[in-house]
């Protein structure tokens, strides 16, 4: 049963404009989120993160919101770039026993930008 | 610092064989992990270990084991590769459990 969840395979945005990335969680013990990015053929680079005691975080032209009421969180890319065109992934730590953490990851959310 | 490195880069199996993927680490991280990802999928966890001297399993263990040589090395081993475990596979890395994970560059694996 996923906990993480990108319900969108795949987006489009036109260059300049906003890409905003959607996932959301189900796992209400959640308390700190994470995005990656993944350009085809390297590993993922870690992008941004939210704790939850925090509704948004921000860094550059990349924005997380956490909603928590409603188990959701967003990416916002302001303004979408050409290079900005790679799978995110949305993930999240979860206990699994014994001081140990596994990473939870969502199925991914491939972004285009046209230019 | 060459972060997380992974040899090989490319491997073909047929089915039966075994081979062992290396991952090594230069960043004095505490925490490894291996992951596997198929189209759709997103990554899944196969082990990790979250200290010298720890293995744990993750998501999908079966078929698979691993060794965490040393701090810096963490390896996974196919004893009898099957095609169902043709996949790419990233080894990472991370300060503490819940901390964020560096990736290395994967190993595209297919099993004929």
């Known amino acids: 049963d996923q906990q993480v969840k990108q319900n969108s395979p795949s987006l489009s945005v036109q260059e300049g404009r906003i890409s905003i990335l959607n996932c959301d969680y189900t796992?209400?013990?959640?308390?700190?989120f994470l995005w990656y990015k993944k350009y085809p053929a390297e590993g993922p680079t870690f992008l941004i993160s939210?704790?939850?005691?925090?509704d948004k975080n921000e860094d550059g032209r990349f924005t997380v919101f956490l909603n928590k009421s409603a188990k959701h969180l967003s990416l916002h890319i302001v303004p979408s770039q050409p290079g900005d065109s790679a799978v995110y992934f949305c993930a999240a730590p979860l206990y699994s026993g014994a001081g140990s953490y596994q990473l939870t990851f969502g199925k991914g959310t491939k972004l285009s930008v046209i230019p | 610092n060459a972060g997380v490195t992974q040899t090989p880069k490319f491997q073909v199996l047929k089915t039966g064989q075994s081979m062992t993927l290396q991952c090594a680490q230069d960043?004095?991280?505490?925490?490894m992990y291996w992951y596997r990802q198929d189209p759709g999928m997103g990554l899944r966890l196969i082990y990790y270990?979250?200290?010298?001297?720890?293995?744990d399993k993750g998501e999908v263990p079966n078929g698979y084991n691993v060794s965490r040589l040393n701090k810096r090395e963490f390896s996974l081993r196919l004893e009898s590769a099957a095609p169902s475990q043709t996949s790419v596979y990233f080894c990472a890395s991370s300060v503490r459990a819940t901390g964020e994970q560096y990736f290395g560059p994967g190993t595209r694996l297919t099993v004929t």
């Open positions: 960043m004095n991280h505490n925490s």
């Open positions: 270990s979250a200290s010298e001297g720890t293995t």
């Open positions: 796992n209400s013990m959640f308390d700190y």
């Open positions: 939210i704790s939850s005691i925090k």
